[in-house]
C-alpha cells in the first residue's frame, strides 16, 4: 500500500431540485482528523454527515470543506423575508435620526443577511429535504474520493523521497562504521601521547585516576550501539513505508530516534571526518522528519 500524503484539493458539483452547487475539499498536515466545514445558511444539516463520510476516508488531515450553492435558470428563485425587512427599516430609521446620516438604499437593506431567502430552503418539505440533502452529500463523497485520489498521488512521491532519504542515511551510517573503526587507534596514540606528558618526572597522578581516564577514553571510542541502532532504525523505516497501515505517527517518532542516535555519535566523536559524517546524518533526519510531517 503506498504511502498517503495529508495534503491535496479537490471539488466537486452537483444539481438537484433547482439547485446547483459545488463542493471544495482542501486537506493539509494536521495530528489528528480535524474537519471545518463551512456552508450557506439552511445548509448546516449537512455537517454531520460531511464529517462521517471524512471520517470513512481519512485517519488525519486538517480537511477545510466549503459548499457553495446557487439556483438554477428558471428554478424557485428567492423571496423576501417581511420580518427580516422590517426590522432591518427600523433600524435603518433610527440610526438615520441618531446620527444625521442618509437613509439607507433600498439595495442596501436587501443586501442584508436573512433580508432575501433562497425560496427552496424556506420551501422544502421534510422529505424533499432528505432527497435534496441526500443528492448533496453523494456528491461531496465524490469529492472526498477525487481528494482520497490526490493524496495518494502525493504519497506516492513522499514515498521515493523518504525512501531516497533512508538510503543517505544508510550510506552515512556506513561510511561512520568505518571511520568508527578507526577511532580507537586514533585514541591509542592520543593516550600514548597524553601518558608522556602525565608519566612525566614530577607528576602526581596517581595509577588509579589513569586508569580511569583511560577507561573513560576508550567507552566514548566505541560507537558500534549508536550505529547498529541506526542501522535498524532504516529497516524499521522501509517496513513502516511497505506496510498497510497509516505509518505517518510512527515514522514521526522515527525520526526523532534517528536524530538521537546522531547526536550520540557526534558528542562521542573523537576525529573530524566522523564528526562531518554525524553532521550530515543530522541533515538528512531533519530533511525526513519535514517530510514525514505530511505522511497520514
Request: net charge negative; hydrophobic share 45%.
Amino acid at each position: 500500500m503506498p504511502l498517503i500524503s495529508m495534503t491535496g484539493f479537490a471539488d466537486a458539483r452537483g444539481a438537484h431540485g433547482g439547485l446547483r452547487w459545488r463542493w471544495e475539499a482542501k486537506s493539509v498536515n494536521g495530528r489528528g482528523l480535524d474537519v471545518r466545514f463551512r456552508a450557506p445558511i439552511g445548509f448546516d444539516g449537512l455537517e454531520a454527515g460531511a464529517r462521517t463520510l471524512a471520517a470513512e476516508r481519512f485517519k488525519r488531515g486538517s480537511l477545510q470543506l466549503a459548499l457553495t450553492v446557487a439556483a438554477e435558470e428558471g428554478g424557485r428563485g428567492f423571496r423576501i423575508d417581511p420580518a427580516a425587512l422590517a426590522d432591518a427599516v427600523r433600524l435603518a430609521k433610527r440610526i438615520a435620526e441618531e446620527t444625521g446620516l442618509a437613509p439607507a438604499r433600498v439595495d442596501g437593506l436587501l443586501a442584508l443577511k436573512g433580508v432575501v431567502v433562497q425560496e427552496e430552503n424556506a420551501a422544502l418539505d421534510d422529505e424533499a429535504r432528505l432527497a435534496r440533502d441526500t443528492a448533496m452529500l453523494a456528491s461531496l463523497a465524490d469529492a472526498f474520493d477525487f481528494l482520497r485520489a490526490a493524496r495518494t498521488t502525493e504519497g506516492s512521491k513522499l514515498e521515493a523521497i523518504l525512501l531516497g532519504q533512508i538510503g543517505d542515511v544508510e550510506r552515512l551510517t556506513g561510511e561512520g562504521r568505518a571511520l568508527a573503526a578507526q577511532q580507537p587507534f586514533i585514541l591509542r596514540d592520543r593516550i600514548l601521547a597524553q601518558l608522556k606528558e602525565l608519566l612525566a618526572p614530577g607528576s602526581s597522578l596517581s595509577e588509579e585516576r589513569l586508569a580511569q581516564e583511560v577507561a573513560l577514553l576508550a567507552s566514548r571510542a566505541d560507537l558500534r550501539e549508536e550505529l547498529d541502532r541506526l542501522t535498524a532504525h532504516c529497516q524499521e523505516a522501509r517496513a513502516l513505508i511497505a506496510g498497510k497501515e497509516p505509518a505517518g505517527r510512527k515514522l514521526d517518532f522515527l525520526a526523532q530516534e534517528f536524530n538521537r542516535e546522531a547526536n550520540t555519535l557526534c558528542s562521542k566523536s573523537s576525529d573530524i571526518q566522523l564528526t562531518h559524517v554525524g553532521l550530515a546524518l543530522k541533515a538528512v533526519i531533519d530533511q525526513f522528519r519535514e517530510q514525514v510531517q505530511n505522511v497520514e
